[in-house]
């Protein structure tokens, strides 16, 4: 049996500390990594509460991130609980595999510390990995903050376990800012983490030897489309179970969680709708900008990207005249990913609310509380005549000319 | 030996919708719970219909091997290397070939070690019988193979 560790009510963690906790509560069976900055935390932590007997568990070392998603693979299909790491391109390096996880239904949990990817290389956070992975049939969670980045990865075990989803998990959370700053956290005791994550229940599990199955068939034409079917139904209608686990959460702890956060959007006429650390900046710049400039200013954040709540986001910005969408990947050609989405529900709604595009803080670059207050103005300006004033995608915090497309 | 006589073609189960297939794909080996079924022979198995031993890919091959019992030393040779466990063999008796599972690579051919051979390689359409009949002879050393 693992020993147990006592915590204190307040402890300093970061991130990565946070989740390694987070994985040592929930008795991971199984660990298998590559470790790469900025994750490299989470998977050290496990290790070194496996070696302190804090955990009844396995560490396999790989010799790449393709391996160690694998062999999570194999060891969710024996019938494990079972976590990893990653960020950049260790998780493209992984990306084979992603889809391989999801395709099997293996409830696997994938601690994404979000980073850029090459080239140029960069070790510095922005979400590019993340939008790797948003088509893969994973469950996507965003943790802003390390408290939420431990608390994220505890339900990550309980929603992907459930029998109706048995999907993989990712709890994202952005390097460095969140990985490596030490923040205040309140952690649950063991008895009580791992009271609220349960046992485990394995299904259809490679070590029932009266039941032996196949996993990684082939299917073709005839088959493979029906399969991807229900898989995409599992992955939307998980919906409702990853809200029931959010209640179950907010019950022991008082934290509550949305699949949709919002802050101060109950009269809002402007919106920013983004991800990860920056939510918490915009948060604070739309209270400032409330009281200096009576800008009334709300912010928009999905915790939950996939399944993309579009009910849940066109709900809450039914009634907002002007909208930036803020989207920290390069785009690669296109409008931002969460620009297109975020307007999909929109338009589907009938909102005619102006929505802009910022493109910002690619490889770790700096968004300022000063920049996100010019988005705020132009964002206001809009709502109040009605028009654009700038272009629809804008790159902020650029140096050189002005870089904007589209009318 | 063995192609079933009403063989089920890979492609020709029925198909189902998406709702009636498995989650993840998984697929069941066999119909019922089993137990210690590494010590059952595969005819006293119970397969599902999803395994592939149901299925024949007997399609997939042009060219068959035949097996010649009268000269065979069931060394076990086919049956060790037979990438599609196609070699029947019971009590380390070489008995036959699985046609719903052989592909026609000729490795059975390639390491039997008998001269003629106890396994060749024909046509797909070849008559079993007829090619028994005109079965090569037994090959004489040449005269320098002879010196040595």
Same mark, same amino acid.
């Given at each position: 049996m693992a020993e147990k560790m006592e915590l204190d009510k307040v402890v300093v963690w970061d991130g990565n500390y946070a989740a390694a906790q987070a994985l040592r509560q929930a008795q991971v069976d199984v660990v298998s990594a590559y470790p790469i900055t900025p994750s490299t935390g989470v998977v050290e932590g496990y290790g070194k509460f496996l070696s302190d007997g804090y955990v009844d568990g396995e560490f396999i070392m790989v010799e790449s991130e393709h391996a160690a998603m694998s062999g999570c693979v194999g060891a969710a299909a024996a019938g494990g609980r079972v976590a990893t790491a990653t960020s950049s391109q260790g998780f493209a390096l992984m990306a084979e595999v992603l889809y391989q996880a999801s395709g099997m239904r293996l409830p696997i949990v994938l601690c994404v510390v979000n980073r850029a990817l090459a080239s140029p290389l960069n070790v510095r956070g922005d979400h590019s990995d993340m939008y790797l992975g948003r088509d893969s049939g994973w469950i996507q969670l965003d943790a802003f903050n390390a408290q939420e980045a431990y608390d994220l990865v505890l339900m990550a075990f309980k929603i992907g376990e459930k029998h109706n989803v048995r999907l993989p998990v990712m709890v994202h959370q952005d390097g460095f800012i969140t990985s490596h700053t030490a923040q205040n956290v309140h952690p649950l005791s063991d008895d009580e983490a791992y009271a609220f994550v349960g046992d485990y229940k394995p299904l259809d599990? #490679? #070590?029932d030897f009266s039941r032996p199955v196949t996993y990684g068939a082939q299917t073709e034409e005839d088959w493979h489309y029906e399969h991807k079917a229900k898989q995409h139904k599992a992955l939307i209608d998980s919906r409702v179970e990853i809200d029931a686990v959010f209640a179950e959460f907010e019950k022991i702890t008082g934290r509550k969680y949305k699949r949709v956060e919002s802050y101060m959007m109950d009269d809002a006429d402007v919106a920013i709708v983004a991800l990860g650390t920056t939510v918490e900046t915009a948060k604070m710049v739309a209270e400032e900008l409330r009281k200096e400039e009576g800008i009334k200013a709300g912010v928009v954040a999905p915790r939950v990207f996939r399944p993309f709540p579009f009910d849940a986001i066109k709900e809450t910005l039914a009634n907002v005249k002007a909208v930036g969408c803020m989207d920290r990947s390069a785009p690669g050609g296109a409008l931002g990913a969460l620009y297109n989405e975020v307007t999909s529900a929109l338009h589907s709604g009938g909102s005619t609310a102006l929505v802009t595009n910022y493109i910002y803080g690619l490889g770790g670059r700096d968004l300022t509380v000063d920049a996100i207050k010019d988005i705020y103005r132009e964002l206001d300006k809009n709502a109040k005549s009605g028009k654009r004033s700038g272009k629809i995608q804008q790159f902020v915090s650029l140096r050189g000319p002005k870089l904007e497309y589209f009318e | 030996m063995r192609q079933s006589e009403n063989p089920k073609f890979l492609g020709t189960e029925e198909l189902l919708g998406w709702d009636e297939v498995t989650q993840g794909v998984v697929l069941d080996s066999f119909v019922d719970e089993v137990d210690?079924?590494?010590?059952?022979?595969q005819e006293e198995r119970p397969y599902a219909e999803f395994n592939s031993f149901t299925a024949s890919v007997a399609d997939w091959r042009v060219v068959k091997p035949i097996y010649n019992r009268d000269i065979c030393i069931d060394c076990q040779n086919c049956w060790i290397f037979c990438p599609d466990t196609s070699i029947i063999s019971r009590d380390k008796k070489m008995i036959g070939i699985d046609f719903d599972h052989c592909k026609g690579c000729g490795v059975c051919v390639e390491v039997c070690p008998t001269n003629p051979k106890s396994l060749l390689m024909f046509e797909e359409r070849q008559d079993i019988d007829e090619a028994l009949s005109k079965w090569p002879e037994k090959k004489k050393k040449s005269k320098k193979e002879e010196e040595k």
């Amino acid at each position: 049996m693992a020993e147990k560790m006592e915590l204190d009510k307040v402890v300093v963690w970061d991130g990565n500390y946070a989740a390694a906790q987070a994985l040592r509560q929930a008795q991971v069976d199984v660990v298998s990594a590559y470790p790469i900055t900025p994750s490299t935390g989470v998977v050290e932590g496990y290790g070194k509460f496996l070696s302190d007997g804090y955990v009844d568990g396995e560490f396999i070392m790989v010799e790449s991130e393709h391996a160690a998603m694998s062999g999570c693979v194999g060891a969710a299909a024996a019938g494990g609980r079972v976590a990893t790491a990653t960020s950049s391109q260790g998780f493209a390096l992984m990306a084979e595999v992603l889809y391989q996880a999801s395709g099997m239904r293996l409830p696997i949990v994938l601690c994404v510390v979000n980073r850029a990817l090459a080239s140029p290389l960069n070790v510095r956070g922005d979400h590019s990995d993340m939008y790797l992975g948003r088509d893969s049939g994973w469950i996507q969670l965003d943790a802003f903050n390390a408290q939420e980045a431990y608390d994220l990865v505890l339900m990550a075990f309980k929603i992907g376990e459930k029998h109706n989803v048995r999907l993989p998990v990712m709890v994202h959370q952005d390097g460095f800012i969140t990985s490596h700053t030490a923040q205040n956290v309140h952690p649950l005791s063991d008895d009580e983490a791992y009271a609220f994550v349960g046992d485990y229940k394995p299904l259809d599990e #490679l #070590l029932d030897f009266s039941r032996p199955v196949t996993y990684g068939a082939q299917t073709e034409e005839d088959w493979h489309y029906e399969h991807k079917a229900k898989q995409h139904k599992a992955l939307i209608d998980s919906r409702v179970e990853i809200d029931a686990v959010f209640a179950e959460f907010e019950k022991i702890t008082g934290r509550k969680y949305k699949r949709v956060e919002s802050y101060m959007m109950d009269d809002a006429d402007v919106a920013i709708v983004a991800l990860g650390t920056t939510v918490e900046t915009a948060k604070m710049v739309a209270e400032e900008l409330r009281k200096e400039e009576g800008i009334k200013a709300g912010v928009v954040a999905p915790r939950v990207f996939r399944p993309f709540p579009f009910d849940a986001i066109k709900e809450t910005l039914a009634n907002v005249k002007a909208v930036g969408c803020m989207d920290r990947s390069a785009p690669g050609g296109a409008l931002g990913a969460l620009y297109n989405e975020v307007t999909s529900a929109l338009h589907s709604g009938g909102s005619t609310a102006l929505v802009t595009n910022y493109i910002y803080g690619l490889g770790g670059r700096d968004l300022t509380v000063d920049a996100i207050k010019d988005i705020y103005r132009e964002l206001d300006k809009n709502a109040k005549s009605g028009k654009r004033s700038g272009k629809i995608q804008q790159f902020v915090s650029l140096r050189g000319p002005k870089l904007e497309y589209f009318e | 030996m063995r192609q079933s006589e009403n063989p089920k073609f890979l492609g020709t189960e029925e198909l189902l919708g998406w709702d009636e297939v498995t989650q993840g794909v998984v697929l069941d080996s066999f119909v019922d719970e089993v137990d210690n079924v590494a010590f059952l022979k595969q005819e006293e198995r119970p397969y599902a219909e999803f395994n592939s031993f149901t299925a024949s890919v007997a399609d997939w091959r042009v060219v068959k091997p035949i097996y010649n019992r009268d000269i065979c030393i069931d060394c076990q040779n086919c049956w060790i290397f037979c990438p599609d466990t196609s070699i029947i063999s019971r009590d380390k008796k070489m008995i036959g070939i699985d046609f719903d599972h052989c592909k026609g690579c000729g490795v059975c051919v390639e390491v039997c070690p008998t001269n003629p051979k106890s396994l060749l390689m024909f046509e797909e359409r070849q008559d079993i019988d007829e090619a028994l009949s005109k079965w090569p002879e037994k090959k004489k050393k040449s005269k320098k193979e002879e010196e040595k």
